[in-house]
């Protein structure tokens, strides 16, 4: 059970830092009849890029980060603190399955580092669910309101699905330590 956790916790781990990274996020939607498209937007945490043909790709960082929407700082700043903390769960999970493996002292000792382990990733998951979750709703909510202008209209990116499903493992691998 321990190495099972691990095993999701290390996945998890690896998906939050690349949900982090992606600029999929938010990627234009086609909701017109027109069936040929030339640019496709991808909207992220740290970037804008634009797909051309999907031949060219073309990225450009945000200029300032005081300019940016109240919302998308927030997600940047939880995302930041689940990568750090899912780096910090996964090495308390490492060293807990270590001594768990080695360890005369019984199992006091050990269930301090699982249990921390646990906590943590339970925290981490819900933290990556926060800002993912948060992002779909207001994609979702966009797409069907009817005072959104067309070209505006998003779908929802791989990035949100890497985000969900880092979340789901970082949440069974804290359950397990529990």
Not at 13 to 34: E, K
């Amino acid at each position: 059970l321990q190495l099972t956790g691990l095993i999701f916790g290390g996945l998890g781990m690896v998906g939050t830092l690349a949900a982090t990274a992606m600029p999929q996020w938010r990627v234009s939607a086609y909701v017109d009849g027109n069936i040929v498209v030339f640019e496709t937007i991808w909207e992220g945490l740290w970037m804008d890029c634009i797909s051309q043909l999907g031949i060219r790709l073309q990225c450009k960082l945000y200029d300032s980060v005081l300019a940016l929407p109240p919302p998308l700082e927030a997600f940047r700043a939880l995302m930041c603190v689940a990568v750090g903390l899912s780096v910090l769960s996964f090495l308390a999970a490492i060293v807990g399955v270590k001594y768990s493996q080695h360890s005369k002292q019984g199992p006091q000792a050990i269930s301090t580092f699982i249990l921390a382990a646990g906590v943590a990733f339970l925290l981490t998951g819900t933290l990556v669910l926060i800002p993912v979750s948060w992002t779909g709703a207001g994609i979702v909510r966009d797409f069907y309101d009817p005072a959104v202008p067309v070209p505006l209209k998003r779908e929802l990116g791989a990035a949100l699905y890497v985000g969900w499903g880092s979340s789901a493992l970082l949440l069974a691998a804290g359950a397990m330590y529990c």
